[in-house]
């Protein structure tokens, strides 16, 4: 994992990684622990240095959160919370808006844009369909 590391610049390459990595990650996990944390670890790092590198929003978003939030409930816990916070808060607005719980950020720690604006004033005026 550290040769991708240097060469991962793109969405479309880590994606590519992840597709290569993922697949085997509860093997890992069984044979070797620490090396998924370590895994969690570099994905977040390499999602900073994508966020940085893309000047627009990442089209691959959702389907990355996902996967982080597949691996935190099924595979870490909270184990790497304290090495992921400060990357989570590094990526912009968006993405910490949509993995503020896998570090548990309030909506008010999380800077506010145009976009996250509008999708956090959704979010807490939306009320389930019973409710009125």
Same mark, same amino acid.
């Given at each position: 994992?550290?040769?991708? @590391?240097? @060469? /991962?610049?793109? &969405?479309?390459?880590?994606?590519? @990684?992840? %597709?290569?990595?993922?697949?085997?990650? =509860?093997?890992?996990?069984?044979?070797?622990?620490?090396?998924?944390?370590?895994?969690?670890?570099?994905?977040?790092?390499?999602?900073?240095? @994508? *966020?940085?590198?893309?000047?627009?929003? #990442? +089209?691959?978003? *959702? +389907?990355?959160?996902?996967?982080?939030? %597949? /691996?935190?409930?099924?595979?870490?816990?909270? /184990?790497?919370?304290? &090495? +992921? &916070?400060?990357? +989570? $808060?590094?990526? $912009?607005?968006? #993405? =910490?808006? $949509?993995?503020?719980?896998?570090? %548990? #950020?309030?909506?008010?720690?999380?800077?506010?844009?145009?976009?996250?604006?509008?999708?956090?004033?959704?979010? =807490?005026?939306? =009320?389930?369909?019973?409710?009125?």
């Amino acid at each position: 994992m550290e040769k991708f @590391v240097p @060469v /991962i610049k793109n &969405e479309i390459q880590l994606l590519f @990684v992840c %597709h290569l990595v993922m697949p085997f990650l =509860q093997r890992f996990n069984s044979e070797k622990p620490p090396l998924v944390c370590k895994l969690t670890i570099t994905l977040y790092e390499l999602l900073e240095v @994508v *966020d940085k590198a893309t000047p627009g929003d #990442l +089209i691959y978003m *959702d +389907i990355f959160c996902d996967l982080l939030y %597949h /691996i935190k409930y099924m595979f870490t816990g909270d /184990i790497v919370k304290n &090495e +992921i &916070e400060a990357k +989570i $808060r590094n990526l $912009r607005p968006i #993405l =910490q808006l $949509r993995l503020r719980f896998i570090t %548990h #950020l309030n909506l008010e720690e999380i800077p506010a844009s145009s976009s996250s604006k509008s999708t956090t004033s959704q979010a =807490q005026n939306a =009320q389930p369909s019973g409710m009125m």
